[in-house]
């Protein structure tokens, strides 16, 4: 989305706390971004969190993430969004 990220994620041996997560990843995005040339704030400085219970959530949510372009009307078929990422399978 042009305005907004959706990232699903799921911790691994408790290296890492999604704050901390968040915070590294809002850094290299940065990084990468001033490496190219684009030296704006495009980051606010908090984030919302929501704890996917289920499958049925879980499911629930990518479709809806997966919606967001064709609700917003820039594109007809989610399958046609250029940024359209991957989900791969979160379970242990």
């Not at 907004?4 to 590294?24: E, G, M, S, T, V």
């Not at 995005?29 to 606010?44: A, M």
């Not at 499958?55 to 969004?81: A, F």
Request: glycine share 4%; hydrophobic share 30%.
């Amino acid at each position: 989305m042009p305005d907004h990220i959706h990232f699903f994620c799921a911790q691994r041996n408790d290296k890492k706390n999604l704050p901390a997560f968040i915070r590294d990843f809002k850094r290299w995005t940065t990084s990468e971004l001033k490496r190219q040339g684009i030296d704006e704030k495009i980051w606010q400085n908090e984030f919302f969190d929501h704890l996917l219970r289920n499958d049925e959530s879980y499911e629930e949510k990518w479709i809806y993430t997966k919606m967001n372009p064709v609700r917003k009307g820039l594109c007809d078929n989610p399958d046609d969004w250029p940024y359209q990422g991957e989900c791969d399978n979160l379970s242990p």
